[in-house]
């Protein structure tokens, strides 16, 4: 078996392979933590959900999400829920990445409580918007306080009991890995 032999591009050839990728529009990447599409805090519009909220159920017990005690989960335990009657075609596309999610939403650096009202708006502005599949990180750190991930525990909790949510399961490495889910939404108006 015959090797060949690779010889070390040269400066010119470098140059000019950085040109074509500029040419071409390829940004040099900053980061290489996962992008849900849109920045974490929006203040704005925080306060936006959060007076549409208050204005529309004055009263706390208006969410659809429980806030009690939730199986804790361990930070590389991959999430995975469907509801029976979803066909296995698409739960496998779900795992495998294969639908492509619309709309992301990071919840580092959230309290419990800001993390179940951000997702719960979340949901509900994908819902509106006829979304079928959105991204959600989680994280999987814990606090001191707890020996588990406390958000991640809550997320794979609450997301079991939205009413729209279909399926959803630990995202690809690309995406966030067992730090991020994958959402599958009933479309409004779907029975």
Known sequence: MSRRRHHAPDEEEISLFRQALEDAGVKRLTSDRADPGRPRRDTDRLTQR????TAAAPDASSSRT????VEPVRPSEALDFAVPDLPYRTRSALKRGQID???GLDLHGY???EARHELEAFLREARDSRMRCVLVVHGKAWTGMAD??????HVNAWL????T???FCSARDVDGGTG?????LRRRGEA
């Open 50 to 53: 959060r007076n549409a909220a």
């Open 66 to 69: 429980s806030d009690g005690r």
């Open 101 to 103: 999610w619309e709309a």
């Open 111 to 113: 309290t419990l409580d």
């Open 148 to 153: 588990h991930p406390v958000i991640k525990s």
């Open 160 to 163: 079991r009991e939205w009413p």
């Open 165 to 167: 949510v279909l399926a």
């Open 180 to 184: 991020a889910v994958y959402v599958l």
